[in-house]
């Protein structure tokens, strides 16, 4: 999220409209990354689950809280500024 953002603010900072892929390759970028960091971590956690003897339940809002939503901040912020970086500002509109 940190490269997609000040890609996209030094974009609209010097009036730069990106293509498509340099736009969103960043966010592609963002989204490996995570699917990295989730790899990494994600037998950690199971380690730990199996150890504690976790219920289901604790073991599903524990994912969802530390996995799913930061994962779904981060991609969604990251888009916007991808979209963010692509907007043209028509000042010429006829109202």
Known sequence: MILSRTLAKRRIAAGVRPTW???????????????FVF???????????DTFSFPIWV???TLLAIG???????LIFSSLWAAKSRYIDNDETPY
Do not use: G, H, K, M
């Open 21 to 35: 892929s340099a736009a969103w390759l960043p966010v592609v970028f963002d989204a490996v990354c995570l699917i």
């Open 39 to 49: 790899l990494v971590l994600f037998r950690p956690f199971q380690f730990l689950t």
């Open 59 to 61: 073991t599903i809002i």
């Open 68 to 74: 799913f939503i930061p994962v779904q901040a981060v």
